[in-house]
T-cell receptor, first 113, second 109 residues
């Protein structure tokens, strides 16, 4: 079934370590997004990419970086993880319909100790 | 920044109707979305409103008033599987999506 995959499903990470969360979509969507979801705060946009080769900062970009080398992949990197980055991370992509609806991957649960 | 408010929790009985309200203040407006999220799962798209009025899709309906910065999601004939969190999201003038914190709906038998 076509859609968005994320890896890993969950990860426990020591503070200071580098970590890359992977996201791949096979729907040929131009735009992709990374969100974090924390209890009581809802989903917050970290970074986005409107098309391959371009990226932009969202609401909470500090401590994260992204790249978009091709249409399908949009990895999120934590250069030096800190405990405040403990969260559930969702990748999303949007279609080209008039509503530009975003579709979400299954998420990665990250714990930084 | 964006300000999107929705109630934290609601409880209703199986077969009943529940209305989840959402108020928003954003820089520009390019549509309002409702998503459903079951515990431990990804958000899934429910509805989209860009013009004032009611959009009906089976047991779920969504209403928008742009002048009042207000929307609601109406869930009819509630089923146990409707127990989930419902997220209101607004797309602003820069076409970025901002989410409310979500409303957890519990359906009781």
């Amino acid at each position: 079934i076509a859609g968005i995959t994320q890896a890993p499903t969950s990860q426990i990470l020591a503070a200071g370590r580098r970590m890359t969360l992977r996201c791949t979509q096979d729907m040929r969507h131009n735009a992709m997004y990374w969100y974090r979801q924390d209890l009581g705060l809802g989903l917050r946009l970290i970074h986005y990419s409107n098309t391959a080769g371009t990226t932009g900062k969202g609401e909470v970009p500090d401590g994260y970086s992204v790249s978009r080398a091709n249409t399908d992949d949009f990895p999120l990197t934590l250069a030096s993880a800190v405990p405040s980055q403990t969260s559930v991370y969702f990748c999303a992509s949007s279609d080209s319909s008039p509503s530009d609806t975003q579709y979400f991957g299954p998420g990665t649960r990250l714990t930084v100790l | 920044g964006q300000n999107i408010d929705q109630p934290t929790e609601m409880t209703a009985t199986e077969g009943a109707i529940v209305q989840i309200n959402c108020t928003y203040q954003t820089s520009g407006f390019n549509g309002l979305f409702w998503y459903q999220q079951h515990a431990g799962e990804a958000p899934t798209f429910l509805s989209y409103n860009v013009l004032d009025g009611l959009e009906e899709k089976g047991r779920f309906s969504s209403f928008l008033s742009r002048s009042k910065g207000y929307s609601y999601l109406l869930l009819k004939e509630l089923q146990m599987k409707d127990s989930a969190s419902y997220l209101c999201a607004v797309r602003d003038g820069d076409y970025k999506l901002s989410f409310g914190a979500g409303t957890t709906v519990t359906v009781r038998a």
